[in-house]
């Protein structure tokens, strides 16, 4: 089969591609990130490219000689007119044929995001599984001719208490050369009942790893296995992103690639977990020899796809997981590159979409240790929530508020990447914006250094509350024809109303960024989609108050949490108890590295929660369809009321809690 | 670093050896079988080649240039002024220095040794760790959405009371597939409190294997794990064999030769386990994927070179072993291609140089439950003793009788391999011999076809027990001058006198197969070791007649009995109850493959056996050098008087019990 030289600007990776690639696939396979989000399933229209040479060059649109195959109908619906003229493709689509220069337009490009993940003080006292001991024993004699191993548990018994049965294979294998080159002076590591290194001498301090891998950032802790404090952390994007943005869009990727797609979602995880690892032992001066124990919290789909386990079917109702308790697994069994007998726990999976991650959510904030009725919203492309208290018990569901709260599948959405608008306001009187750009120190006010390139989860659901509060959307969401400002206006191509965010000259894309309709009724299903749940929790709860709402997750932490109860997120609370905790799913795989009582915890937890299938509730439909509403002010409301009365003063309150 | 062709006669093997390498080292590479029993410690002298081209060729015995290094005093030594001049040298110490033909004469070849393990009805009922399964679950729905796992579970709990916790990582990776493809109708494997295979329907029969890994022997059992009767049996030599023929030189081989040694000899045993794993599956129509368990017995050196641990500290006093309990390792950690969740359990060593073979031993025979006082003696190069009763408890010990029992260290010695002389009987008349020859049919006379090369342990046991019968030797061992044979002569090299069993024309080996005295010597070491090592337990338990003696191991099958008591390898005891039980080591091996009461016996027992370590017992030595000697006829063993009363008759009872 023959190759063809095909080359990406401005990046200008080049390489040889075989004939018949499509344009996305010779991207990734040259490192080149496109975006995409739907999985190569032909429905977002993201991952458009401009080919620059090579575009029908020699025998015009449908030749099969032409250097790209021919146009599809998807494209004819995807891509305006406009676009068609200056030569633009979908990259899913057009397949290579012959040599190309391709030209990645800026809004197709994948970002970094910008990873934001602390790592908070944890009120656990350190009790973790992996353990040290010192220990020094007498050598072998004809009298005493002991083996190593059982020498080495008498003296743990004897010195600590502490009772061992087993020894692994691998520390086996150097065991005796260390114990007599130490002079039978060594540090144990125990973990459960099994000894898993030794080595000479006494040692201070050990370390563990913690780490939470999300759908699109995986952050990973180095902790100090005697303090319980994180001392390196670092965090990076999921590499497989570039297969698919969202959980559902991966696992279309390993169905339609059979075989070979988990494998390489696989192996490209694995590789940055194994980055991630050098980096921060390298950070403190130790080895991967030295890490013996690893946490790990993720959603279902990231849990198989790292396992190896088939996705496909968490992705298709009722969801079911191949393994829902936790499971510890050597690291040499997973492919992980730290000490070989070191050990992997995964935190339990709940179940369908509830996933580990949710269960590392569930142990740090322990609503069923709570006296108060606490909600905890963890938001990602999927929401997962948990209800109750200690009194009620907990409930847990999932709900799929789709990509659009994390920027996808909105026109101008994009991740939270340098050039996303982050933060809106809408003056009331005279309708006009004011947007602050990641990437800049200031607010953006049309006035400074322009750059915005889309709006990322942040901004959209900022501009549609404000859009809502200052009556340019209804109840309904629907644009008010009669809002008192030009930036409302009706694309040519769609016939849509839309709301211009930023005009051409402000951005760095080359033309107006806006919001549509259509994304205002993605937020809505979004966020209704949270709100029903929440609903009928509390239903199953038997309450109808809620005392305190937790948004978990880094994405949490950058909502402007007014903005989410305006615009009817979850049920009325008094806003002064709604709370930001930042990364909770990776502060419960930081508590259960460092103490094996949460350990227990966490498997006993996530077996106690119930789960809530909502689509088998009977007013499902009804519930959601009211929840895709905007709210009442008055009705909806009571606990702000008194904030609503004076507009100025909630944006004083929204904006001292989300300094 | 130049190469040199050498070949290899009568095989004709050969290749390209690189320079400085020995002519041992050489054959091993091309796969040239030498003997060499002490290890390349340049003491055994078996490891003899005549050169028939290239010998000093150039420029004379001493030069740097000729295409072997020159003479060592170590050949000086053990060559004689024949061998010399026929350009014979010692393969350990001639170094390659150019082109080379050499001839590896027949008493120096390694041959396949006779394997004869036979796998005799075990009296236990079936209870095996490795259980299976038949479950039948429905599907997952959204009002019974969960997990895989807990689905299996949950059936196994429901169906058949069993409770699972785990699932091992490989089995997961295709679950999933399996159960929706078998429609959730599933035989489920199960190893304690984990799931390690899921396959389609209900599966009737299932295998486990068996292996017990002698020092020269390796012995596989293929169980139906269902009756517990081995279906298949395969063994081999232990390819480790061309490292050192027993275990102190394959201990020496790894320490001389540091992280190769080792490495090599591990592979070996690997690879020779694998192999015979590959035939036995193919026997009865499997494959390795099918065999999820299996059991190990061997000694503390095989033990650890299995294991890839260093054997150096088993081969000094006080020879701790870097492991005593056993250990269940997963088949994919030990390099051992069964199913990759496959588990391998290896019994217990008990201490010192009483390994898991003898743990075999121990529950196989069971004195721990016998009604009589009983020894169990298995003999290798290795002597492991046990002794005791149910009442008395048992005490077991190691006795060094090197490996002259099975032929090395005997000037004709050789392992059981075809043209070893296996029987011997001496007429007391005539003072003439008649001997059995492995490979012929019928006894060899000096009439029928003539191919003597060397005589086995059974043979050499015969023929020194025939010369104190007959009085060639006396109770010290030492040849009587004044014997009526002509066959009693003196080695001119030696001056040493010495027994001619078979003139050169009956040999294949061109010269006079003999007992010397040195090979009286060492066969009296060996006995002495024995017969004091069962003394000193008597000691420990207070006990001074035994009821019963067994003989375990492959080889003491082929003893005569009546020889081994009648020059006082064991104390007195009715010949009646003298039995020779085969391998019980593997016994053991199959009894905890499919008894896990069995399994927990064993490691218990192991623990409870009392070792004794003769060599600080304080009378040791003397106990030793009376033992050596050779027994009072009447003092020693009453219980056979009516026996040696009449000399026909105890030959007439020997013969009906080693038939």
New interface residues.
Partial sequence: MSEHTVIFQPSGRRGKIKEGETLLEAARSLGVEIESICGEKKTCGKCKVQVEEGFFEKYGVDSKMSNLTGWTPDEDRMLSSAEKENKYRLSCLAHVQGELLVFVPEESRGGQQVVRKKAGKLKYKPDPALEIFYIEMSA????????????VAKALKEKHGREV???D??C??T???TL?KAKWKVTVFVWNDQVVRVVPGEVEKYYGIAVDIGTTTVAAYLTDMKTGRAVAVDSKMNPQVIYGEDVMSRITYAMQNPGVGLEKMNAAILKALNELIGSLVEEIGVTRDDILEMTLVCNTAMHHIL????P??VGV?????????A?D?KA???GLDINKSGNIHILA?E??FVGADNCGVLIAEEPYNSEETVLVIDIGTNGELLCGSKKLGVVSCSVATGPALEGAQIKFGMRAAPGAIEKVEIDSETLEPRYKVIGKTDWHTHIHEIDAKGICGSGIIDVVAELFRTGIIDRGGRFSKHAPTKRLVKDPDTGQMEYILAYEPETSIGKNISITQGDVRAIQLAKGSIYSGAVIMMKRLGIDKLDKVILAGAFGSHLNQFSCMFMGMFPDVDIKNVYAVGNAAGDGARLVLINRDKRREADEMARKVE?L?L??YENFERVFMEAMQFPHMTDSFPSIQHVLDEIPNWKKIAKEKNA
């Fill in positions: 072998p004699s004809l009298h005493d001719p002991e083996d190593d191993f059982l020498r049965g087993k020894i294979i691998y086996l294998k065991m005796a050369d007599r396992l190896g386990l088939n496909e079917h109702a009722p969801f079911p997981t191949a393994m829902a308790p499971m697994i040499r069994d997973m999976n179940a369908g789960y299938e689509t088998v």
